[in-house]
């Protein structure tokens, strides 16, 4: 990945996470500010409602009221007290709750037993504590007759005139109908979780039952104005809560997988004098409308933030071409200038960091290319200098033996002429000796000036070692004068070690090395000739000992025209070098303290076993 | 002397008119209104005008002629023998003859398991019964609604409605939404002193005693529990003596087939409440099957409520749901209702049905009309109207218990109240008498305004 994709990738990321942020907080402050909305209005409708309830419960009341203010009852409390006998207002509460339009009313008896009930007629004569409430209006579960139960909302008035007292309580039922009349905006729907009851026996006050007694969540039982609510199962755990704990609730509720299909739901739990809670009544809202304008602004939001970034990605390719396009121009000046191209040059656009690093970099190439020319001149100079020595040096040497031997045949001239034809002859002896040895050092140089080029052929490395130490150790053997001959010790991997060499140049270096050894060992010694296979290499070693080499020995050791022998030239080491580096390899010496030099020769393994 | 004279003749003048107004006059149309079906079978208002049984009842609970003239029993009560009244006519001008009484009768024994019978056959002028076991109050039984006598085919052999027989009145149709029958002008009894009777059913307490508030009905019903009510507006009541027994009848089926359970539905029954309260002390609480005027040992036979019992005699014997079938009137709804709420509170789960509609029947409150004054006859009726044919033999009080006690012991029944029935009249109609079941006799009924 180059500067500008980086820069690129940067730019867009930074872009994009900043819009994803922006756009993220917008969605949530306007998420929170729909639901705060939605909770107000939820919040306002089931105020709206608790107050309409309220004033049907205060419709209750007054209708109680009404009753027992009125004449005819009045007379008949007074008869019930008086005579003792109620049975004739059997059917009475039948009569009155049908004339004030009440689901529930039954007369209750100075002993407080039901003189006549209009929900249950036959319910005579059994206790009804409810009648004793002093509290304007409440909620109480009234046994019918089939068997089940029904909510409603009671007052209990005592009727006036009468002493001891007669009661009237009263009530209307809490049902669909109830619901139905209730003031409901569009949206919103009212509906009504009661419990089938505990159907206890008639002398039992049914809101004694204890809230811990409740049957399990039965959705079924959970009917609105139109009938049973749709998914009410999703309204459990609201309902749970609110009848375990006697507190409204409230929450949201998605009524399908579809975010649009869920409520704001408010659970209101109805409870008895007692506090126990007989019902449940649920105020949901739908969030259908609040949901879909969410969506749409969000649907707007991801627009524009992808329209952001994809103009941020456009801005981001420009600016990231305009602030990497003088630096890629630097990066390829550099390349080209590590390539050896030192002419390079770089434009310079601007003032900034970017254009004085150019303007650097211009000046750091021309000052390279100035320096290296004078270097070159300088290891021109230096070359010609030492090439010079050494001639000088290695010619001196046999032209000195030169000049005395010509001063004496001078001199040999005035000698009898026997003499001087003794001398001539061991003159002219000497002059071809040292003109042989100038022949051998003119000789010397060539080579070393006119390395041929390799003729890389398959070859096992087993192979060359053994023509080395077949030629030498014979001659190691016999030639050495001093009494310890020099041994020879091979150290071959059996496995193949293939080359891809020149057979020849790579003979004449090892032979090379092999000689440095065996001068190396002037009193004899082992010298040991390994290879082993490497991974991708071929190690080849080649070990004396001798003295060793010293550090500065090693450091300097391939230096052409470096030697540490009296007569040597300084340049086999720089040609087996050369004929190493030629394919590929690598040459070093290691010299071990207690004595002994290796040079370790590294070459590429061949791929063609030979 | 003179003055003797005269106050003679002052009583005579003052007396005259009392001794025009209470002699009958024949005409006039009497409007009956009743609640119920007036075809109902055995009881509809309209059979005994139609119809006449072999015997009739008198006012001692007697059994006397009626189609029949005469019986002779022979067999031991084995074998009964009843000679037709001569020269009597149906509605139809079909002559009553003894084949006729025999498919009637067998009719009726279609219709009611309860024949006490095993074969009838004509002999002659003669109509003979006969059975495997005595039928001590066969003449006595045949008075009842269940055994009158109509004419089941017309000459040709085609299948009457069964609203043709020889009673004092004949059916006319349904005529400005009234049942009409008119005076039978031949009828064995002589000519009833009405000419027509229009029986308008299917009214509600209220509108009967509205219409005759305002003149438009002459006789309309009085249900025992509205008794008080109708002597606080006072009406002209007609009431008999306590006839109708309301009674629990408890099926012995899978489900209640446990007698311990039939006795302890027996003890949670609250007859008091009943009677105090639904039927406004116009009942007579009892747990005998025969009112204790009758009999005199009803009091042998515990009323109270023992609900402890009850709950012991249930044992915790858990039981279904089961359901109580009351008329669907609302009073009868509302005692099974409260005999409900009674059986509740003895571990029952009781659901009141609308006996019409209810497609099984654990436990139904019925009511059981008391078919004569006269208690060995009365108690065989009842048995064999709750299906009981074990004719009542013994005719002393002791028998009679033995009898009753027995029965009562199954807790098959369970007897609440013995009820009067009543009926308010106009100022119009005179001389009517109820029979010993209660019933009106219209037959002998006039009207004061009547030509």
């Known amino acids: ?610 | 002397m003179l003055r003797q004279v005269v106050i003679s003749c002052l009583i005579a003048l003052a007396v005259l008119p009392a001794a025009a107004r209470t002699r009958p006059h024949y005409g006039g149309t009497l409007r009956i209104e009743v609640e119920g079906d007036p075809w109902k079978v055995p009881d509809g208002i309209a059979w005994s005008l139609v119809h006449d049984g072999l015997t009739r009842m008198d006012s001692n609970g007697t059994a006397i002629p009626a189609l029949a003239v005469r019986w002779e029993t022979q067999n031991d009560n084995h074998r009964w023998q009843f000679w037709l009244r001569p020269n009597v006519q149906f509605h139809s001008g079909w002559p009553l003859k003894p084949s006729t009484v025999v498919l009637s009768l067998s009719g009726s024994c279609r219709a009611d398991a309860g024949c006490p019978w095993t074969t009838v056959h004509a002999v002659g002028t003669s109509i003979v019964f006969t059975s495997d076991s005595p039928m001590p109050n066969l003449p006595a039984l045949l008075s009842g609604n269940g055994y009158l006598i109509g004419q089941a085919e017309s000459e040709e052999g085609k299948a009457l409605p069964g609203s043709v027989g020889t009673g004092p009145f004949h059916f006319v149709g349904l005529q400005n939404g009234a049942e009409t029958f008119e005076a039978n002008e031949g009828s064995w009894q002589g000519r009833p002193f009405v000419d027509k009777i229009e029986i308008f059913s299917h009214k509600s307490i209220h509108d009967q005693w509205l219409d005759l508030s305002v003149g438009r009905a002459d006789i309309v019903e009085v249900p025992a529990e509205q008794l008080r009510v109708a002597q606080q507006q006072h009406l002209t009541l007609l009431t008999s003596p306590p006839v109708t027994l309301l009674a629990l009848a408890v099926a012995d089926s899978s489900l209640l087939s446990n007698p311990n359970i039939r006795g302890a539905i027996a003890l949670a029954v609250d007859r008091s409440a009943l009677s105090n309260v639904i039927f406004q002390k116009q009942g007579e609480v009892t747990a005998s099957l025969l009112p204790s005027a009758l009999t005199g040992y009803s009091f042998l036979f515990p009323i109270e409520r023992d609900l402890n019992k009850a709950h012991e005699m249930r044992g915790g014997l858990a039981t279904p749901a089961l359901t109580l079938a009351a008329d669907n009137s609302a009073t009868m709804q509302l005692a099974a209702q409260r005999l409900a709420l009674n059986l509740h509170e003895a571990g029952f789960n009781v659901q009141v049905a609308n006996a019409a509609t209810a497609q099984h029947k654990d436990l139904a409150l019925i009511q059981l009309t008391l078919a004569s004054s006269q208690p060995q006859s009365s108690l065989e009726s009842m048995l064999r109207s709750v299906g009981v044919s074990t004719p009542v033999i013994e005719n002393t009080p002791a028998g009679l218990y033995k009898t009753e006690h027995e029965f009562l012991e199954t807790h098959t029944l369970i007897p609440l109240l013995y009820l009067p029935r009543a009926y308010a009249v106009s100022g119009r109609v005179r001389d009517l008498r109820l029979s010993a079941s209660g019933w009106p006799l219209l037959a002998d009924v006039s009207l004061q305004d009547a030509q």
């Not at chain 1, 399990?216 to 039982?221: L, M």
């Not at chain 1, 051998?440 to 070692?465: C, N, Q, W, Y």
């Not at chain 1, 004899?524 to 082993?532: R, V, Y």
Request: charged share 20%; aromatic share 6%.
């Open chain 1, 1 to 610: 990945m180059n500067l500008r994709q980086k820069l690129l990738l940067l730019f867009s990321l930074t872009v994009a996470a900043a819009v994803a942020a922006v756009a993220w907080t917008v969605l949530v402050r306007i998420r929170l500010v729909f639901e705060q909305r939605d909770q107000q209005e939820t919040a306002l409708f089931v105020s709206q409602f608790q107050r309409e309830f309220q004033h049907r419960s205060a419709e209750v009341a007054a209708a109680v009221d009404h009753i027992a203010a009125s004449e005819h009852v009045r007379a008949m409390a007074f008869e019930i007290v008086q005579s003792g006998d109620a049975a004739p207002y059997l059917t009475e509460a039948q009569t009155l709750a049908q004339d004030a339009q009440l689901d529930f009313l039954e007369i209750v008896g100075a002993d407080g037993n039901v003189v006549s009930s209009a929900q249950w007629p036959a319910r005579f004569g059994y206790p009804e504590p409810a009648a004793e409430l002093t509290t304007t209006t409440f909620l109480k579960r009234e046994d019918l007759p089939n068997g089940a139960s029904a909510l409603g909302l009671f007052a209990a008035r005592p009727i006036r005139g009468a002493e001891p007292a007669v009661h009237l309580v009263g009530g209307k039922r809490l049902d669909q109908s109830f619901l139905a009349d209730l003031p409901a905006a569009p949206g919103m729907q009212i509906s009504l979780y009661s419990d089938a009851g505990a159907n206890p026996s008639p002398g039992t006050d049914p809101s004694t039952v204890p809230s811990a007694n409740f049957a399990a969540f039965d959705p079924a039982r959970l009917l609105s104005a139109t009938g049973p609510v749709t998914a009410a199962a999703r309204y459990q755990s609201l309902i749970d809560s609110a009848r375990k704990t006697g507190l409204p609730a409230s929450s949201i509720l998605y009524l399908t997988d579809h975010r649009e299909d869920s409520v704001n739901a408010t659970a209101i739990p109805l409870k008895s004098e007692s506090g126990t809670v007989l019902a449940v009544l649920t105020v949901s809202i739908s969030r259908g409308g609040m949901v879909e304008a969410q969506q749409h602004i969000r649907a707007i939001a991801y627009g524009v933030a992808a329209g952001g970034i994809l103009f941020a990605i456009i801005c981001s390719l420009w600016i990231a071409a305009r602030v990497s396009r003088p630096i890629e121009q630097l990066a390829r000046a550099a390349e080209q200038v590590a390539a050896g191209n030192w002419e390079t040059h770089v434009p310079e656009r601007s003032r900034d960091e970017v254009g004085q690093l150019a303007r650097s970099f211009n000046h750091m190439t021309a000052q390279l290319t100035s320096q290296r020319e004078q270097l070159i001149q300088t290891e021109r100079v230096a070359a010609w200098r030492e090439l010079a020595r050494r001639l000088a040096h290695e010619l001196k040497n046999p032209l000195f033996p030169l000049q005395l031997t010509v001063e004496n045949l001078v001199r040999a001239r005035a000698l009898p002429p026997n003499e001087f034809d003794e001398v001539f002859n061991e003159s002219t002896r000497t002059l071809g000796m040292e003109i042989a040895n100038l022949k051998t050092i003119i000789s010397r140089f060539s080579d070393f000036s006119k390395m041929p080029k390799p003729e890389l052929e398959h070859v096992d490395a087993k192979g060359v070692i053994e023509r080395v130490r077949s030629l030498y150790e014979t001659t190691a053997a016999t030639s050495n004068p001093v009494p310890q001959p020099i041994r020879f010790e091979l150290d071959v991997s059996p496995e193949p070690m293939p080359l891809h060499v020149d057979p020849e140049l790579l003979h004449r270096a090892l032979s090379n090395l092999v000689l440095n050894a065996m001068d190396a060992m002037p009193d004899g010694g082992t010298l040991t000739l390994s290879a082993n296979p490497l991974a991708n290499h071929i190690e080849i070693r080649v070990s004396d000992t001798g003295a060793g080499l010293t550090p500065e020995e090693c450091e300097r050791l391939f230096t052409p025209y470096y030697t540490t022998k009296q007569h040597g030239t300084g340049l086999g080491l720089a040609i087996v070098q050369s004929v190493i580096a030629d394919h590929s390899g690598t040459i070093a010496v290691e010299s071990r303290p207690a004595g002994g030099a290796t040079f370790v020769i590294t070459l590429p393994k061949s791929s063609l076993e030979v």
